[in-house]
């Protein structure tokens, strides 16, 4: 996976540089290290939900570790966007129990709605539709998550379309994202 | 009706606050076990209880504590694992969403027990309303001197720290959920050296699943001889299963562990029986990486006797006919299942969760995949099923993890028990397309193509 380079200038706010700091004492003497993946989550909520790396690099900064030790871990796991993303990410999990339940018509039902592909992001830059792979909802399916919240039992277009209706009109996204 | 003994509040009305949860006899164990009893004790009590990890392993708990290096002097910790993501499981999520304080209690005592001064919640990323319902829950139980220093005067001194992932399956192995924890990639490690010995910053170190330190609270409460009544014979207590596909009432339900499958399944009180009046085809009985049983050898074993929801039960007659309980995530698939593609799509999870580090994994998942996908399309060959079979043969036992192993069996077990349907897609690659083979004689047209979902 390529990481991007922007070449802005990143500062976290002031709010999330303490977050950073109470965070990494959390953890014993000299093993703040650990406060990495929490750190990053703040690190994309500061940055419109994605990585680049110049973020990675900032957090590098702040954990007093080397740039490539950032990197390694943002990408490993697979909550780290390491491209930009839409203002709303759409994960909808797709494994096994989901799909037995209708996952993969919501794939594409929100693909032909958006007209959009899976992994895509709408012109207007408000949505990005994705497939992923478990979220522990496999009762409640199908299902997707949008920043914090998971959304369930999304199995007639007329749930989808309220729910894209009203992240369509919410103003303050942010309200319901990451929290560390 | 069954006995509860993790989820008999879990419906009370704010049950996850600190002061309706203590109303309701909360917090009575770390009481017991902080003034009346010493660390041995409550290890001894889990010891006799019976209860084995809830997370799939079912290794005995308490034999896992008693391994715990406390001769060495280095600070010892607790790590709950909380970083649920298999398949088809979702009953730990339940467990912290409804009922947190039973989970800090269980690791106030279980903490106690390991003589661990600081411990961990290792939850999955994903979960992110729930790691801040357990800092609320960490910081009540702190306020009311549950945490902290000097714990309800006894000289007993604890932190919980929550901490987040990412997005990883295999930070569920305990290895890797210790490197995570360190701020790594999550490579499991090689063992030995066990985390017991040295885990967590090179520290003595124990991972237990959320379930099973729930269960602790209980049994430090009631006894390990009270717990070890529930159930039958090696399968103590009670198990979170979580049940889904397509039946009546998916859903979590405790059940005794000595609970008839069919009355599991069919009974109004768990699952409902099928959705739709369809008739049952397969169950993924533990989780997705467990053998997937037809029908008849999942209600019934080889030999005809009616199966129990309990571990010797399920695993009876081995991988040749049986399967295993596992973590509890119970798939039931109808008469219009597909089993090829059902196995295409769990080979694509463990081909995107495979870490990397051994190649019979990271290769092998892979390739399983792409075979999978060509006989799910209709593009398969007759050497392709036995192709499968040997690569799912030489992941299985060959990596570091068990990840491998779990990718390896539901193949195995698809191969083993539903050959014909695999062979039906090579031979007919055309109406493979039209429709699922379900249960040879289905007529519900296939309405979605596996490329929709392959991701850029």
């Given amino acids: ?180 | 009706m069954g006995k509860k003994l993790l989820t008999e509040h879990i419906h009370v009305p704010g049950i996850n606050s600190f002061d309706v949860y203590k109303q309701h006899g909360g917090y009575a164990s770390v009481e017991r076990a902080l003034k009346q009893m010493t660390p041995a004790e409550v290890v001894e009590e889990v010891k006799k209880s019976g209860l084995r990890g809830r997370g799939g392993a079912g290794f005995p708990t308490g034999m896992k504590w008693s391994f715990i290096d406390k001769k060495s002097g280095k600070p010892r910790y607790l790590v709950c694992n909380a970083d649920e993501s298999e398949p088809g499981t979702f009953k730990d999520r339940y467990l912290m969403e409804k009922i947190p304080h039973l989970l800090i209690e269980g690791m106030i005592v279980s903490s106690f027990a390991l003589e661990a001064h600081l411990s961990f919640i290792y939850i999955r990323g994903e979960y992110k309303w729930i790691y801040e319902l357990l800092w609320k829950a960490v910081n009540e139980a702190k306020a009311n001197g549950y945490l902290g220093h000097n714990i309800l005067g006894t000289g007993y001194h604890l932190d919980i720290v929550v901490h987040c992932g990412a997005g990883a399956y295999i930070c569920g192995e305990e290895t890797a959920l210790i490197e995570s924890l360190e701020g790594k990639r999550g490579n499991p490690r090689i063992k030995p050296p066990f985390p017991a010995i040295q885990g967590l910053y090179g520290n003595p170190t124990v991972v237990n699943n959320v379930e099973s330190i729930a269960a602790v609270p209980w049994i430090v409460n009631h006894g390990g001889e009270a717990y070890s009544k529930f159930g039958v014979g090696r399968s103590a207590g009670t198990k979170l299963i979580s049940a889904c596909g397509n039946i009546r009432k998916p859903g979590v339900y405790e059940i005794d562990l000595s609970l008839p499958v069919k009355e599991f399944l069919y009974s109004d009180e768990y699952c409902g029986g099928m959705a739709n009046g369809k008739r049952l085809k397969a169950v993924v009985a533990g989780g997705s990486s467990v053998p997937i049983l037809p029908a008849e050898l999942f209600l019934q074993t080889a030999d005809g006797k009616d199966r129990l929801m309990s571990y010797e039960s399920l695993n009876e007659g081995g991988f040749a006919s049986g399967t295993m309980l596992g973590s509890g995530g119970f798939i039931v698939y109808d008469e219009d299942a597909c089993i090829v593609r059902n196995t295409w799509n769990f080979t694509r999870f463990y081909h995107h969760e495979s870490c990397g580090q051994c190649s019979p994994c990271r290769e092998g998942t892979g390739w399983m995949e792409k075979v999978l996908h060509n006989l799910e399309s209709g593009h398969g060959t007759s050497g392709d099923i036995d192709l499968l079979w040997d690569i799912q043969r030489k992941i299985d036992g060959n990596t570091i993890c068990p990840l491998g192993d779990a990718a390896a069996w539901p193949v195995a077990s698809a191969i083993r028990h539903f050959r014909e349907e695999f062979e039906w897609h090579v031979a007919e690659p055309e109406l493979s397309q039209k429709r699922n083979y379900g249960l040879l004689n289905s007529t519900k047209e296939k309405l979605y193509h596996t490329e929709a979902t392959i991701e850029s």
């Fill in chain 1, 1 to 180: 996976m390529l990481a991007v380079k922007t070449n802005k200038p990143v500062n976290f706010s002031e709010s999330a540089q303490a977050k950073a700091r109470e965070i990494m004492d959390r953890y014993p003497t000299g093993k703040h290290k650990s406060a990495i993946i929490p750190i990053l989550h703040i690190a994309q909520e500061e940055n419109e939900n994605w990585l680049s790396v110049d973020t990675m690099d900032y957090v590098a900064g702040l954990m007093k570790i080397k740039p490539v030790e950032v990197y390694e871990v943002a990408t490993f796991y697979s909550m780290f966007n390491l491209k930009p993303v839409g203002r709303f990410l759409l994960e909808v999990c797709h494994t096994g129990p989901c799909a037995v339940r209708g996952a993969e018509w919501l794939i594409d039902y929100l693909c032909s709605k958006l007209n959009i592909k899976p992994g895509g992001t709408t012109a207007d830059n408000m949505f990005t539709v994705k497939g992923v792979e478990c979220l522990g909802a496999c009762g409640y399916a199908p299902m997707m998550q949008i920043g914090k919240y998971y959304y369930e039992h999304l199995d007639t277009p007329e749930k989808v379309d309220a729910l894209i209706e009203q992240l369509r009109n919410r103003v303050d996204y942010k309200h319901e994202n990451w929290v560390v």
